[in-house]
């Protein structure tokens, strides 16, 4: 079992619609950072979230972390085929320098 | 700044050989992590090196080793490979450790035939 569990694991959309993917945990994170990552290249760092509630805009992108520090969710707005890739989230659940990162969403976007 | 450089790109060895794999980080990074990624287990973290000294390993048998540089460049060298190391090898630099945040590397991929 991942200590991270992402959601929904594959999304197929057009372009122009929103959708949201969620990263969850039983474990509580000082902090939880989101990748993405396009065929044949390393994870991008999108975004880290460290405070609980905490929302964060990165234009069509916004990344919210949960009161709890349990879970984090992204949601796109007008999906465009540039958005298209995997999106990983990852933490490290008890600071002792042991990051972890969930299966991904893989998103396809298509025009 | 130039981003994080792994060589070679793509690899491919016999069961039984042994690899070496490299990374140079971002300038003025210490920590080095690598992480072994495969479609079935995805991302699992091998090991983290910062300012030369292994800080933490992953649940990786002994096979997997690595090191670290004075000049921040690390290495990680698999021994007696299995079909089953198959897998993109990815390198990430972060100024102050794998729990902040990570920048990482085109990655290499290997394949044992």
């Known amino acids: 079992t991942q200590l991270l569990e992402q959601s929904p694991q594959f999304l197929s959309i057009q372009e122009g619609e929103n959708l949201t993917v969620y990263c969850n945990s039983s474990s509580v994170f000082s902090s939880l950072q989101w990748y993405r990552q396009e065929p044949g290249e390393g994870p991008v760092l999108l975004v880290t979230?460290?405070?609980?509630?905490e929302v964060k805009k990165l234009k069509r992108l916004t990344f919210q972390f949960g009161d709890a520090r349990k879970d984090s969710s992204l949601h796109i707005t007008a999906a465009q085929p540039g958005d298209t890739g995997l999106y990983l989230c990852?933490?490290?659940?008890?600071?002792?320098?042991?990051?972890?990162f969930g299966a991904g969403t893989r998103l396809t976007v298509k025009p | 700044k130039a981003g994080v450089t792994q060589t070679p790109r793509y690899l491919i060895k016999t069961r039984g050989q042994q690899v070496t794999l490299s990374c140079s980080p971002i300038s003025g990074h210490r920590s080095v992590s690598w992480y072994q990624q495969t479609p079935g287990q995805g991302l699992q973290f091998l090991f983290e090196?910062?300012?030369?000294?292994?800080?933490n390993k992953g649940n990786f048998p002994g096979r997997f080793s690595g090191r670290q540089f004075s000049n921040s460049r690390s290495e990680m060298n698999v021994s007696t490979l299995e079909l089953g190391d198959s897998a993109l090898y990815l390198c990430?630099?972060?100024?102050?450790?794998?729990?902040?945040?990570?920048?990482f590397g085109p990655g290499t991929r290997l394949t044992v035939t």
């Open positions: 090196y910062f300012s030369e000294t292994q800080r």
């Open positions: 990430a630099s972060s100024p102050l450790g794998i729990g902040y945040e990570q920048y």
């Open positions: 979230v460290v405070t609980g509630g």
């Open positions: 990852a933490g490290d659940p008890d600071n002792n320098n042991d990051m972890r």
